[in-house]
């Protein structure tokens, strides 16, 4: 059975940091990331990374966020700094296996205060 599950999230002031993780269990996972979806609005990409090849970021997060993955614990993990108010939302920790099958995690929520 296929388990993400995350932690890291939390309430932080603007221009902060936050780590979040997401220890992934249950297979082997090709591309793993982070989603998020504020209030309001639709789910959306913050940033992938497969276990070889290209990272990819949002545009509004780039230069600030920092995805990372450990493949021997099935772990990715997602370094912010310099949190914005329009950060906060619900993260979700994603993964494909090599299947193109999708898993997510429950989420976690970082408020990110002005």
């Known amino acids: 059975q296929v388990q993400l599950v995350e932690s890291g999230g939390g309430l932080v002031q603007a221009g902060g940091s936050l780590r979040l993780s997401c220890v992934a269990s249950?297979?082997?996972?090709?591309?793993m990331g982070w989603y998020r979806q504020a209030p309001g609005k639709q789910r959306e990409l913050v940033a992938r990374?497969?276990?070889?090849?290209?990272?990819n970021y949002a545009d509004s997060v780039k230069g600030r966020f920092t995805i990372s993955r450990d493949n021997a614990m099935n772990t990715v993990y997602l370094q912010m700094n310099s949190l914005k108010p329009e950060d906060t939302a619900v993260y979700y920790c994603?993964?494909?296996?090599?299947?193109?099958?999708?898993?997510w995690g429950k989420g976690t929520l970082v408020t990110v205060s002005s």
């Open positions: 994603y993964a494909q296996t090599r299947t193109l099958v999708n898993y």
């Open positions: 249950g297979s082997m996972f090709s591309m």
């Open positions: 990374i497969p276990s070889g090849g290209n990272i």
